[in-house]
Nanobody, 125 residues
Framework: VQLQASGGGLVQAGGSLRLSCAAS????????INWFRQAPGKEREGISC????????QYLDSVKGRFTISRDNARNTVYLQMNNLKPEDTAVYYC???????????????????WGQGTLVTVSS
């Protein structure tokens, strides 16, 4: 059972990256998925979530309008499209599986059952 985040890298301010969170060993179909990030010297924060039905997507205010979460259950993968990146977006980004909730439910904060490995995003000014 594994969650692997990928797609991070170095980008200039204003640029874009798309992060992927691929699951292996289990199906993401019935799970909401969260993205978190942890900047140097700061606590980990939840930034986005998507319900298993994809009908509910939530975002931290600081990324709203710039980041878009989506999922492709056929590929067992969740994505985070990040546009207009800012230096303050620099962090290690993690995907995570929260406890099972309703198909239309998700929350960007709360308990996490399973963490994926992170991917580093560095935004230069």
């Amino acid at each position: 059972v594994q969650l692997q985040a990928s797609g991070g890298g170095l980008v200039q301010a204003g640029g874009s990256l798309r992060l992927s969170c691929a699951a292996s060993g289990f199906s993401l179909d019935f799970y909401a998925i969260n993205w978190f990030r942890q900047a140097p010297g700061k606590e980990r924060e939840g930034i986005s979530c998507i319900s298993s039905s994809s009908t509910n997507r939530q975002y931290l205010d600081s990324v709203k309008g710039r980041f878009t979460i989506s999922r492709d259950n056929a590929r067992n993968t969740v994505y985070l499209q990040m546009n207009n990146l800012k230096p303050e977006d620099t962090a290690v980004y993690y995907c995570a599986v929260p406890p099972l909730v309703g198909r239309d439910d998700c929350a960007i904060t709360g308990h996490v059952d399973f963490w994926g490995q992170g991917t580093l995003v560095t935004v230069s000014s």
